[in-house]
């Protein structure tokens, strides 16, 4: 993420801004061991996890793929080529990733996953509203931070 937010603590009401730094990304474990990882941010007063984002094994390779499209559109269109055909499957791709994003988070919301010191931490949902890629327009992942 490289935008600043505005964020309103869920546990304290406290409110501050983050940027991409604040933003982290790790990897749980579910009842059945099953690797979830998951991106959340920390209140800076009570140190209250936020999770904005879960992904599994799943949605990451359809973050992979994405990343590979955008390098490759973004190289045929300094070559002043056609995009067209890379540009649709990147919009395809994000929108299943979308969906499938948003069924984990239906799945873990409130749930307990295990972290990876073995604890089990509530999986807090904050919803956060990220920018659609319209057709058109390249787009990019609507998250992206540092593993
Ligand atoms: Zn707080």
């Not at 409110?15 to 099953?34: H, M, N």
């Not at 499209?69 to 890379?86: G, H, P």
Request: glycine share 4%.
């Amino acid at each position: 993420m490289d935008v600043k937010m505005h964020c309103t603590c869920l546990q304290c009401g406290n409110q501050f801004t983050l940027d991409g730094t604040d933003v982290r990304k790790t990897e749980y474990k579910d009842s059945s061991g099953k690797s979830i990882w998951c991106t959340y941010f920390w209140c800076e007063k009570c140190k209250t996890k936020h999770f904005v984002q879960l992904d599994d094994q799943t949605t990451n390779g359809m973050l992979v793929e994405l990343i590979k499209l955008l390098a490759r559109i973004t190289k045929l269109q300094r070559q002043n080529k056609s995009v067209k055909k890379y540009r649709k499957r990147y919009n395809d791709i994000t929108k299943k990733l979308e969906a499938a994003r948003k069924k984990l988070a239906e799945t873990y919301a409130d749930k307990t996953l295990f972290n990876a010191y073995g604890i089990e931490e509530v999986i807090r949902m904050y919803n956060v509203e990220f920018p659609e890629v319209s057709d058109g327009q390249e787009g990019r992942p609507s998250i992206q931070c540092n593993m």
